[in-house]
Nanobody, 116 residues
Framework: QVQVVESGGGLVQPGGSLRLACAASGSIYSIARMEWYRQTPGNERELVASITDSGSTTYADSVKGRFTISRNNARTMTYLQMNSLKPDDTAVYYC??????????WGPGTQVTVSS
């Protein structure tokens, strides 16, 4: 059974840092791409960052220069290093994992709150 689980959320002061992690397990199929989205109440989920199996990365303009997406060598985990956090970064952060043949799976999300 495929599982995608996020961890690392929490409360941080403006200017602080957090590192989110996403673990994908339970599938024998390879992972094509892993992405981080975020969502605030009443709004659609927005793509924050993505990383492909070749290591190419993309970022939303709002996080460029502050967030960094990476993955482990086994390509089963992705990380989102978030620096210089702002109150506008407050959201539920979701990991979306694209497997090559069975489609995409979402994690349940992790709350990030940036507040003094």
């Amino acid at each position: 059974q495929v599982q995608v689980v996020e961890s690392g959320g929490g409360l941080v002061q403006p200017g602080g840092s957090l590192r989110l992690a996403c673990a994908a397990s339970g599938s024998i199929y390879s992972i094509a791409r892993m992405e981080w989205y975020r969502q605030t109440p009443g709004n659609e989920r927005e793509l924050v960052a993505s990383i492909t199996d070749s290591g190419s990365t993309t970022y939303a303009d709002s996080v460029k220069g502050r967030f960094t997406i990476s993955r482990n060598n086994a390509r089963t985990m992705t990380y989102l290093q978030m620096n210089s956090l702002k109150p506008d970064d407050t959201a539920v952060y979701y990991c979306k994992t694209h497997f090559t043949t069975i489609g995409a799976y979402w994690g349940p999300g992790t709350q990030v709150t940036v507040s003094s």
